[in-house]
């Protein structure tokens, strides 16, 4: 294996796991704690209801898109607000996700994968991008 072949497994492996986090807690909030409660739980933090349904949908379809490997680059840095915000909730507890209210290691540790996956690109099987949309992508966020 190949030091470019190491690398690019490297990026898979980070992009299915940052990916695989933002699509699993997208469908969380759709899924289990449905919209209204979420919106209620934003609500219950000082947010707008805006900012839920926009959460729900960045991590949907930018976890599906990450997983994919489809603009990895720009979902990974438009996910990073999101990300920086689940920080600001969980900020005022612990230091382990296990403490009452879940600690702020786990959210830090997703915005620095987001910054990981948006410095290496998709790596190792990335789709790369749709034709469709592929000509209002600025080319560096491509890979």
């Known amino acids: 294996m190949t030091q470019t072949d190491t ?16 699509l699993a807690h997208g469908l969380l909030k ?17 947010l707008p209801p805006v900012a839920a349904y926009l ?9 599906a898109a990450i997983v994919l490997g489809l603009y990895t680059r720009l979902a990974a840095i438009l996910s990073i607000p999101v990300l920086l915000g689940a920080l600001w909730v969980h900020a005022g507890n612990a230091w382990v996700f296990s403490a009452e209210g879940g600690g702020w290691e786990f959210p830090l540790l997703l915005v620095l994968l987001a910054v990981a996956v948006a410095v290496q690109g ?8 749709l034709p469709v949309v592929d000509g209002f992508i600025p080319t560096i966020l491509k890979a």
């Open 7 to 22: 690398l690019n497994t490297g990026a898979f492996i980070t992009r299915l796991s940052l990916g695989g986090i933002l």
């Open 55 to 63: 959460t729900i949908f960045a991590e949907i379809v930018g976890g």
């Open 122 to 129: 998709g790596g190792a099987f990335a789709l790369r991008k």
């Open 30 to 46: 759709l899924m289990v704690f449905t919209i209204p409660g979420t919106v209620g739980y934003f609500a219950s933090l000082g």
